[in-house]
């Protein structure tokens, strides 16, 4: 018996999956499927796992793949298990001394408790802990296979994947005081992340955001530095990965670009107005589960039904990222649509007159059909939840203050509009209050020094809980010099003396369709240059050093390079008038439904090269909207990785978790 990695790349051959579906394959084929020993081809196997790796393979396959590949029993290695003597076992479990401990345990003596011991590892394995294993000489003879699966991230999405670094923001922007935890948790980020790569078979040109200084004098500190430590670790995983990994490639077939939350701090608080978002901003759900009531199929009062919004729902996988006044219309045709396809529904359509039906109408009606089938049963839940999420805008007044806060992003609207605000609807909600206020200190961190800034939280009634939460906003993106002209901290650079600031300019070439669809997250500007070869290299450098006919010059005009040679077209400010909330049926801006469904089914064998971007301290659903945009966009598959994806009350939460001990604003800008 001897160690060996995975070779996962005979399962797939050329043709394209996603990072998603190749998990889902390795995890079951390459692993469980391998151990199907000669003499064991029809024995039930046991799986176990630690809590990490039953999420990681919760995240990539169902219970059902798992039983169909032999397991008939799932275990947690920690808990008391009934010996089995008879049955092999496979581990999937993390290489840490606990779990070896508990393995050996389980293996060794004259009564083990499985018949013979299939291991894998999520991660590479320490020598130590190897010799540990081998050096019990009950315990080697029982192990089928030893093996690093190098299999440490859970899919989130087909373009995205979380390291479950859920504490990152707090570990590694807080209180430097514990810098072992942090070095810690940028080591395990690090080493997920190239697990990633490791299951796609791909070797990236790893470029990340460099510590900027204000000045010569000004030193670099931890915070500054995330990037630079993170892209390090990386690097370090993959060069052993192209000694050790069979068929790893040996030159570059991608490219990594890492940055940090920093980088935008408007996009994990702004409302997004897709359905996505909206449903995970608005609606109380866990994951993505959800929780609704239906109609009772032997008369009784409603049932309450749990049901997943993920990839296998078409209907989700259509309307996810369509602004949720177009998933709304969307839904109200396919309700439509039916019914004038059915029937029994006309004639039930007829009998209630021949006024135009609300979709609500439609849903009672088709519930009310004896052939209500699986795909009516999807169609009604989305109806239903569409439904709740115009309920809670209408009722919360949402429209205007999302209108507010693009305005504010995009420089049409500043201080006194937000007091305006404040003052005129004090029935808004503290959290929503809050997050435009938030809003505001990533453009404004000025404002909100000493006096003004309590005065501004007086206004809006908001807690010294919420006070820490701007603060912290503020320090994450750095304080305000406000001796000197401009902000060099922020992601773009402001006049201090302006009245209005924008954070962002309107995208050039991109038509408006939607009201409340002029946001965008900083990424996508940086994805643009990545894929044309136009980000700077002072500002993002590359590790593995590739000549100027690779990534090119530095764009000259770009927001984020050193120095500007000449300035980039003029970007005309549009007029003030309002789009409409219904947008008109034959544009096709990247976001609607029917392009989604376009890009989704595109031929990825004839793009480009990947393009992986990795932000530490967490995710929103917007970046991760763009990502699956700028696919189609780009020709060239983007997928996002973070720590973890957040909606804003997390986000929100975490930030207020950032200093362990109550701090001043002078605290604040030491």
Avoid at 164 to 171: F, I, M, P, W
Avoid at 362 to 367: A, I, P, R, S, Y
Wanted: aromatic share 8%; charged share 30%.
């Amino acid at each position: 018996m001897s160690l060996s990695d995975s070779d996962s790349s005979s399962s797939y051959g050329a043709e394209y999956k996603s990072l998603k579906q190749v998990s889902r394959e390795r995890l079951l084929h390459e692993m469980l499927r391998s151990a199907k020993t000669g003499d064991s081809k029809s024995t039930w196997k046991v799986l176990i796992m630690d809590k990490l790796t039953v999420k990681i393979m919760s995240h990539s396959c169902k219970m059902a793949d798992i039983t169909d590949e032999g397991v008939s029993l799932v275990e947690d290695i920690y808990k008391r298990r009934q010996p089995l003597p008879t049955m092999d076992a496979i581990y999937f479990i993390q290489p840490i001394k606990e779990n070896i401990i508990m393995f050996l345990s389980d293996m060794s003596g004259r009564k083990p408790l499985y018949r013979k011991a299939f291991v894998f590892f999520s991660s590479p394995i320490a020598r130590e802990l190897v010799m540990e294993i081998k050096k019990d000489a009950q315990v080697l003879p029982r192990i089928g296979a030893l093996r690093e699966m190098n299999l440490e991230y859970f899919t989130i999405d087909s373009q995205g994947f979380i390291t479950n670094n859920e504490r990152a923001l707090e570990e590694l922007f807080g209180d430097e005081v514990n810098n072992r935890k942090a070095v810690e948790c940028l080591h395990v980020m690090a080493t997920r992340i190239a697990t990633v790569f490791a299951s796609l078979r791909e070797f990236p040109f790893v470029r990340f955001r460099a510590a900027k200084s204000l000045d010569a004098t000004t030193m670099t500190t931890f915070h500054d530095l995330i990037p630079t430590k993170l892209a390090a670790g990386v690097w370090d995983c993959l060069v052993k990965y192209k000694k050790t990994i069979p068929n790893f490639p040996q030159t570059e077939t991608c490219e990594l670009l890492i940055i940090d939350r920093t980088i935008d701090q408007i996009a994990p608080v702004i409302h997004e107005w897709t359905y996505d978002a909206m449903c995970r901003d608005l609606l109380n759900m866990e994951g993505n589960k959800y929780v609704h009531e239906v109609p009772s199929k032997t008369g009784g009062p409603p049932e309450r039904k749990e049901v997943l919004l993920e990839d296998h729902d078409p209907i989700w996988l259509e309307l996810r990222h369509a602004h949720i006044a177009d998933a709304s219309e969307r839904l109200h045709e396919k309700m439509t649509s039916f019914i004038s396809k059915n029937k029994a529904a006309q004639i039930q359509h007829g009998s209630r007159g021949s006024g135009e039906m609300s979709t609500r109408d439609l849903q009672k009606m088709v519930q009310a059909l004896p052939q209500y089938s699986e795909q009516i049963d999807k169609l009604s839940l989305h109806v239903e939840i569409a439904g709740k999420i115009n309920r809670i805008i209408r009722e919360t007044g949402l429209r205007e203050l999302g209108q507010l806060e693009q305005d504010i992003v995009f420089g049409d609207a500043g201080m006194k509009d937000v007091i305006k605000f404040l003052t005129t609807k004090e029935d808004t909600s503290r959290e929503n209050k809050l997050r435009l206020l938030m809003i505001l200190a990533a453009i404004y961190p000025e404002k909100f020094e000493g006096e003004k800034g309590q005065n501004l939280m007086r206004v809006a009634r908001l807690t010294d809980e919420d006070a820490i939460a701007i603060n912290n906003l503020r320090m994450l993106g750095g304080e305000p010099d406000t001796k000197k002209t401009s902000t060099s901290s922020f992601a773009l650079k402001f006049d201090m003396h302006k009245k209005k600031r924008a954070a962002r300019k309107d995208r050039s070439g991109e038509e408006e369709t939607w009201q409340l669809s002029r946001f965008y997250p900083i990424i996508e500007e940086l994805i643009e240059k990545v894929s044309k070869n136009e980000l700077s290299k002072q500002d993002y450098p590359c590790l593995n050093d590739p000549s100027p006919t690779v990534h090119g010059t530095p764009y000259a005009g770009s927001p984020y390079s050193g120095s500007v040679t000449h300035n980039p077209p003029a970007h005309s400010m549009r007029s003030r008038r309002t789009p409409t909330w219904a947008r008109p049926r034959g544009s096709d801006d990247g976001y609607s439904s029917d392009s989604v469904l376009k890009h989704a089914s595109s031929d990825f064998k004839k793009m480009g090269q990947r393009i992986f971007i990795f932000i530490v301290g967490g995710a929103t659903r917007s970046e991760l909207r763009i990502c699956h945009k700028l696919t189609g966009k780009l020709k060239r598959e983007v997928i996002l990785g973070s720590s973890s994806i957040d909606d804003p009350a997390q986000f929100i939460t975490k930030l207020k978790m950032l200093a362990t001990q109550e701090l001043s604003l002078d605290d604040l800008q030491i």
